[in-house]
């Protein structure tokens, strides 16, 4: 399992040029959470006796993606379950690209460092192409 990044003008688009393609590169679970747990000390939500599935995870992106928010990582936030896909438009990669580095100055842990070097790289080609950045849970 792991979140594949690929550069694409839209998540309908098909691999298939200079504007819609795979880097070849992704984030294991582990870099994922160092870098949102550890690093940025997003808390663990856990689901409520009772609750559902879905009104947990409803609960759990808004939780996240405000934690996030508040530390000035919106763009951050968007990449609240590794077991979700999150797309941002072409216009969104330069803010990505800017709060990955913010965090990457802050920290040292090894497996955080290797997430974020796969999303600024991700940004980067994104950014070479004029498309936008799609994280594809697989």
Same mark, same amino acid.
Request: proline content about 3%; some cysteine.
């Given at each position: 399992?792991?979140?594949? *990044?690929?550069?694409?003008?839209?998540?309908?688009? =098909?691999?298939?040029?200079?504007? %819609?393609?795979?880097?070849?590169? /992704?984030?294991?679970?582990?870099?994922?959470?160092? $870098? #949102?747990?550890? &690093?940025?000390?997003?808390?663990?939500?856990? @689901?409520?006796?009772?609750?559902?599935? =879905?009104? #947990?995870? /409803? @609960? @759990?992106?808004?939780? #996240?993606?405000? %934690?996030? +928010?508040?530390?000035? /990582?919106?763009?951050?936030?968007?990449?609240?379950? /590794?077991?979700?896909?999150?797309?941002?438009?072409?216009?969104?990669?330069?803010?990505?690209?800017?709060?990955?580095?913010? &965090?990457?100055?802050? +920290? @040292? !842990?090894? $497996?955080?460092?290797?997430? $974020?070097?796969? $999303?600024?790289?991700?940004?980067?080609?994104?950014?070479?192409? !004029?498309?936008? *950045?799609? #994280? *594809?849970?697989?």
């Amino acid at each position: 399992m792991s979140l594949d *990044i690929a550069v694409t003008k839209s998540p309908f688009s =098909k691999p298939s040029d200079k504007e %819609n393609f795979d880097t070849g590169r /992704y984030i294991c679970i582990d870099e994922s959470d160092d $870098l #949102f747990l550890i &690093v940025l000390e997003v808390p663990e939500i856990e @689901r409520h006796k009772g609750e559902n599935r =879905k009104d #947990f995870l /409803y @609960r @759990r992106e808004k939780l #996240f993606q405000e %934690n996030l +928010t508040s530390k000035g /990582y919106e763009m951050l936030g968007r990449i609240w379950d /590794y077991f979700r896909d999150a797309f941002y438009l072409p216009s969104e990669v330069s803010k990505l690209l800017e709060e990955c580095l913010e &965090v990457q100055q802050k +920290t @040292r !842990n090894e $497996l955080a460092s290797s997430a $974020l070097k796969s $999303l600024i790289f991700g940004c980067n080609e994104a950014l070479k192409a !004029n498309s936008g *950045i799609w #994280f *594809i849970s697989d």
